[in-house]
């Protein structure tokens, strides 16, 4: 399973910037207590709900982004709005540096020596010198 940090990921949890989990979980609380009828008092309210539904179950996602790069987190920096997280590559020194948004970081809970894995989709990548 491969957690995303974008504002606008559709994993589960989040839908759009402002969006907070507990609005997703409240529309799934709903239908799942539709659908359990007259069980619905044994049925607890909020995230506790996934866990007592077997039957929903989370697949692993698949990306069209090509360039994938495992390894583990090295340093994560939080600033006020950004952090700068490295990613030292598995097999060598080579390390990714990534600049995203501090609420994205923290909601992954990322920490150095975490494994994780870099998604490089871009057109181009311009590096100038003078």
Not at 11 to 31: H, I
Not at 82 to 96: H, T, Y
Not at 99 to 110: M, N, P, R, V, Y
């Amino acid at each position: 399973m491969i957690t995303t940090g974008g504002a606008n990921r559709r994993n589960g949890t989040r839908f759009g910037p402002k969006w907070e989990p507990q609005r997703l979980f409240a529309d799934f609380d709903r239908s799942a207590r539709r659908w359990a009828g007259k069980r619905q008092h044994q049925l607890a309210r909020g995230p506790m709900l996934v866990a007592k539904l077997p039957v929903i179950r989370r697949t692993a996602m698949r990306l069209s982004t090509r360039n994938q790069l495992k390894g583990t987190i090295a340093e994560v920096a939080l600033g006020n709005v950004m952090a700068i997280v490295k990613v030292r590559l598995d097999g060598g020194d080579q390390v990714i540096t990534s600049s995203i948004t501090k609420d994205a970081a923290q909601e992954l809970g990322l920490k150095a020596g975490q494994p994780a894995t870099v998604f490089i989709k871009s057109t181009e990548v311009t590096i100038g010198v003078d």
